[in-house]
């Protein structure tokens, strides 16, 4: 095994670079894993084109470190751990893993009541240098991590997709559906599938889809949606009103992280209905709030990470419950990340993007060029 490896690295905004850095080497009850596939998410767009949240520009600090592996949706096999590491885990060489992708300190008041997810150091995997991320050939899994066993079964891609659907399950837990309920989930997209898939398993009366491309209004279909909506030529309003004797769906679940999608899903619950945002938006939005108090007395619920929902993500992907085929629409090698971030900026061309680090690499590109520079050309 070489000691060096491709990786990319953040040196800023707009400014992620694939390097050689030495393969990181694991200590005690950490495990060195070789990176299969890693998927590119929304957030990891909105960081690389410097989104406030990330930058420290906008009202709360930074969320991202300088030299930094991007990359917090993955799978890999592991190839070096020890004894500490195969107890806690239950895991060995050879088996393929992923972990998910907040590493808990397991100190904090968060952490201290179960509800890991809101960590108070909070180190994603791809955002903190204690925790590198995936667009690498190596990457390791600190002692901390939480991991989880995956059949070897499945394209790696499929097994990566974990992490969105675990995220999007949280989501559907938010929402508490009962069997009764009229559920509409705005966006179709990685999460917004993986809601659907998760929101069908509750088997309430309608589940319904909304987007405005109609390629992932079809696969909303094959996730569950027994009605699915174009947002630009259907009237969401009126179809949901004369499912509800006009009352307005029961639960409304924000996968678009778009602003248009709040006023939308406040418009279109009932009165005392359920509103779940998992959105990343990337500038504030604005709503009048009476509706949610003297209108409609709303329950407003946020979502963040995939809490407690990694196995049943892992269970329904091994299940093929969702058309994973279709839903992981592009792979590319590592040193293609560029292109693979501008398609996930072009919503409309893919589902999910993902690098695979141990695929072979066509002969051009970034790692071309540092290839060159190595050399000294
Ligand atoms: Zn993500
Ligand atoms: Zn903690």
């Given at each position: 095994?070489?000691?060096?490896?491709?990786?990319?690295?953040?040196?800023?905004?707009?400014?992620?670079?694939?390097?050689?850095?030495?393969?990181?080497?694991?200590?005690?009850?950490?495990?060195?894993?070789?990176?299969?596939?890693?998927?590119?998410?929304?957030?990891?767009?909105?960081?690389?084109?410097?989104?406030?949240?990330?930058?420290?520009?906008?009202?709360?600090?930074?969320?991202?470190?300088?030299?930094?592996?991007?990359?917090?949706?993955?799978?890999?096999?592991?190839?070096?751990?020890?004894?500490?590491?195969?107890?806690?885990?239950?895991?060995?060489?050879?088996?393929?893993?992923?972990?998910?992708?907040?590493?808990?300190?397991?100190?904090?008041?968060?952490?201290?009541?179960?509800?890991?997810?809101?960590?108070?150091?909070?180190?994603?995997?791809?955002f903190r240098r204690s925790v590198n991320g995936a667009m690498a050939e190596y990457m390791i899994?600190?002692?901390?991590?939480?991991?989880?066993?995956?059949?070897?079964?499945?394209?790696?891609?499929?097994?990566?997709?974990?992490?969105?659907?675990?995220?999007?399950?949280?989501?559907?837990?938010?929402?508490?559906?009962?069997?009764?309920?009229?559920?509409?989930?705005?966006?179709?997209?990685?999460?917004?599938?993986?809601?659907?898939?998760?929101?069908?398993a509750k088997s309430p009366a309608h589940v319904i889809a909304l987007d405005h491309i109609p390629?992932?209004?079809?696969?909303?279909?094959?996730?569950?949606?027994?009605?699915?909506?174009?947002?630009?030529?259907?009237?969401?309003?009126?179809?949901?009103?004369?499912?509800?004797?006009?009352?307005?769906?029961?639960?409304?679940?924000?996968?678009?992280?778009?602003?248009?999608?709040?006023?939308?899903?406040?418009?279109?619950?009932?009165?005392?209905?359920?509103?779940?945002?998992?959105?990343?938006?990337?500038?504030?939005?604005?709503?009048?709030?009476?509706?949610?108090?003297?209108?409609?007395?709303?329950?407003?619920?946020?979502?963040?990470?995939?809490?407690?929902?990694?196995?049943?993500?892992?269970?329904?992907?091994?299940?093929?419950?969702?058309?994973?085929?279709?839903?992981?629409?592009?792979?590319?090698?590592?040193?293609?990340?560029?292109?693979?971030?501008?398609?996930?900026?072009?919503?409309?061309?893919?589902?999910?993007?993902?690098?695979?680090?141990?695929?072979?690499?066509?002969?051009?590109?970034?790692?071309?060029?540092?290839?060159?520079?190595?050399?000294?050309?």
């Amino acid at each position: 095994m070489s000691s060096t490896m491709q990786a990319v690295v953040i040196h800023g905004r707009e400014d992620y670079r694939l390097e050689r850095i030495p393969v990181p080497v694991p200590g005690p009850g950490e495990a060195l894993v070789k990176v299969q596939a890693v998927g590119i998410c929304a957030s990891d767009l909105k960081c690389f084109h410097g989104a406030p949240m990330y930058w420290g520009d906008g009202p709360i600090p930074p969320n991202v470190d300088l030299l930094v592996t991007p990359g917090h949706e993955f799978v890999g096999e592991i190839v070096t751990i020890d004894d500490l590491g195969r107890q806690r885990w239950g895991v060995d060489t050879g088996d393929r893993v992923v972990a998910e992708q907040i590493v808990p300190c397991w100190k904090c008041w968060f952490c201290r009541r179960g509800q890991y997810w809101m960590c108070a150091p909070h180190n994603i995997f791809g955002f903190r240098r204690s925790v590198n991320g995936a667009m690498a050939e190596y990457m390791i899994y600190p002692a901390d991590a939480i991991v989880h066993k995956v059949s070897h079964d499945i394209p790696a891609a499929h097994a990566a997709f974990a992490e969105p659907l675990s995220c999007a399950l949280h989501a559907v837990e938010r929402a508490s559906i009962g069997f009764g309920d009229v559920v509409v989930v705005a966006g179709c997209g990685p999460i917004g599938l993986g809601m659907i898939a998760g929101v069908r398993a509750k088997s309430p009366a309608h589940v319904i889809a909304l987007d405005h491309i109609p390629e992932k209004l079809d696969l909303a279909a094959e996730c569950g949606a027994d009605i699915t909506l174009n947002v630009d030529t259907d009237n969401a309003e009126s179809v949901v009103r004369d499912l509800t004797e006009g009352y307005g769906a029961d639960v409304y679940l924000d996968a678009t992280g778009h602003p248009s999608a709040v006023p939308q899903g406040l418009n279109l619950l009932r009165k005392l209905g359920r509103y779940v945002e998992y959105g990343v938006f990337g500038s504030p939005v604005t709503v009048d709030w009476t509706i949610i108090s003297d209108v409609k007395e709303l329950d407003v619920l946020g979502a963040h990470l995939g809490p407690y929902c990694w196995p049943t993500a892992i269970s329904m992907i091994e299940a093929k419950v969702l058309p994973l085929d279709r839903i992981c629409s592009h792979q590319l090698p590592l040193n293609d990340f560029r292109a693979g971030i501008d398609l996930v900026g072009r919503g409309d061309a893919s589902v999910k993007v993902s690098l695979l680090p141990g695929a072979e690499s066509p002969p051009w590109g970034i790692n071309d060029r540092h290839r060159r520079r190595a050399r000294g050309h």
